[in-house]
């Protein structure tokens, strides 16, 4: 009776304990604090490089903030573009603030807001903040919590960060709506509006709206205040204000969902035994969405349910890749042009750049494009969106990485960029240029304006007394998107993450 009693009480007091100590431990510093190691190394350019404007375009979806600012991928196409020139040549100040307090966070997801402020998500050993950040100084103007998800409470209490790293929902695919609110799914099964308001010199962050979806989700899931589980759960991976004014939602367990914010009506389907650990991809009247299986496009009928366009399988492997994050493509579908849409695959050895036609193809015809492999013989795996503009396709090789907590030795990194073009008469693709720059994992970013992709990449830096493999030199390197040539190198600092 007594070991009953004592296992019914321990949740309990680590409840409380996570009160009482995690706020002191987990504060956001209000100015910012540099992250350590910063590198003295001068930037360098090529001098024989001229910006110049790349060829393409990006169309605004219905409900979300500008093209470059709406999503961590840019835009609702998840193209990766921004409508910026970015820096190039002359003096640059880098700038750093490390997230969190006691304990650090990481942060991956960055919104821009109509008058300059950002919106930084960044993820901790307790759950997902997100930042109000000043971007003159990266003063934090104000922070909101989160509610912890479960993949946190058990990597605490299993001691395995990657169950963590294999959790993308929560809230880390948030979206910038055309009112400059965040949109967005937390770990509670609640869909969620928040808003930054300020009042005289000081800033807020508050939620606004929130629809419970917890009787659409099961939610039996293991977390500090819920030791004991005895039935199903799943979590909502990514909202997004979509065509006709819906919420298109999706779960980590292949649920699919409408929310009409005006009615609370909510609709949903199941795609069963599948797993959807990526944002989705949108136009006006179309929703993409990439399971471990399959790529989908929906669109919503006319009482507001998801209703099915297509469904094409990929090639998903026999196994999960160091690099990615389940069994099954690691990107986030990308709208290409008018016509296409890619992914990578998860075909064992070499994965491919799979491209294929989005829009009504004639009875008899095939939507598959093109199915080229990547990269070298079991050292092929991307879990990042790709860069997609004009008719071009880019895409890093993350195979070899596992995250950033455990991460140890940077040579098991394989490293390389590629990109592709689909032909003008949509018969294939080719491949143009590679790079042999080391992505751990990052997501790239192609500045339209100047035609330059940027990229964090790395290489090892040595002990001169020993040899033996140190910190990483980090830096913002930047590859011409025409030839693939750098012609940008920002030294950032050292480090091992």
Excluded at 130 to 145: C, S
Excluded at 183 to 200: F, H, I, M, P, T
Aim: charged share 20%.
């Amino acid at each position: 009776m007594k070991k009953r009693w004592f296992l019914l009480a321990l949740p309990a007091a680590l409840a409380a304990g996570l009160m009482v100590g995690v706020p002191f431990l987990d504060r956001e510093a209000v100015i910012a604090r540099p992250l350590d190691g910063r590198s003295a190394l001068a930037p360098s350019w090529d001098a024989a490089f001229l910006p110049a404007p790349v060829a393409g375009s990006v169309a605004p979806v219905q409900g979300l903030a500008a093209v470059g600012s709406a999503t961590m991928h840019g835009d609702g196409w998840q193209s990766d573009t921004h409508p910026v020139a970015g820096p190039f040549g002359g003096a640059v100040e880098v700038r750093s603030r490390r997230a969190g307090g006691k304990l650090q966070r990481q942060c991956a997801t960055f919104l821009f807001r109509r008058d300059g402020n950002i919106f930084a998500m960044c993820g901790g050993l307790f759950g997902f903040r997100i930042v109000l950040i000043d971007p003159a100084n990266l003063r934090a103007l104000a922070t909101y919590d989160l509610p912890m998800r479960p993949s946190a409470f058990q990597t605490i209490i299993h001691r395995d960060p990657d169950i963590t790293s294999s959790d993308s929902s929560g809230g880390a695919y948030m979206v910038l709506d055309d009112k400059d609110r965040l949109v967005l799914g937390d770990s509670r099964q609640q869909v969620r509006v928040l808003e930054a308001a300020k009042s005289g010199s000081a800033w807020s962050v508050r939620s606004t709206r929130a629809w419970n979806l917890r009787p659409y989700i099961p939610h039996d899931c293991q977390n500090y205040d819920n030791w004991f589980t005895n039935g199903p759960c799943d979590m909502l991976t990514s909202v997004v204000p979509g065509p006709g004014g819906l919420y298109w939602w999706t779960t980590r367990f292949g649920r699919v969902g409408t929310l009409d914010p005006r009615t609370g009506k909510v609709s949903r389907t199941l795609l069963k035994q599948e797993e959807i650990q990526n944002a989705v991809a949108q136009e006006d009247g179309a929703i993409y969405i990439l399971s471990d299986h399959a790529l989908y496009a929906f669109e919503a009928a006319s009482d507001g349910a998801p209703r099915l366009r297509w469904r094409e399988a990929y090639d998903r492997g026999s196994a999960r890749k160091t690099g990615s994050i389940n069994q099954g493509s690691g990107t986030t579908p990308t709208l290409v042009g008018r016509d296409y849409i890619a992914i990578a695959d998860n075909a064992d050895e070499r994965i491919n750049l799979v491209v294929l036609r989005r829009g009504a193809i004639p009875e008899g015809a095939k939507r598959l494009v093109c199915s080229i492999p990547m990269f070298a013989k079991g050292a092929s795996a991307t879990d990042n969106s790709m860069v997609g503009f004009g008719r071009s396709v880019v895409v890093e090789n993350n195979s070899g990485y596992t995250n950033a907590r455990s991460h140890k030795d940077y040579r098991t990194v394989a490293g390389g960029v590629s990109r592709f073009d689909i032909r003008d008469d949509g018969s294939g693709c080719d491949l143009v240029w590679t790079s042999p720059l080391k992505v751990p994992s990052v997501v790239a970013k192609l500045a339209t304006r100047s035609g330059i992709l940027w990229y964090l990449g790395m290489e090892g830096v040595r002990k001169p007394d020993t040899g033996k493999p140190d910190d990483q030199l980090w830096s913002l390197a930047g590859l011409d998107f025409v030839t693939g040539r750098e012609v940008a190198r920002i030294p950032l600092g050292t480090g091992n993450n």
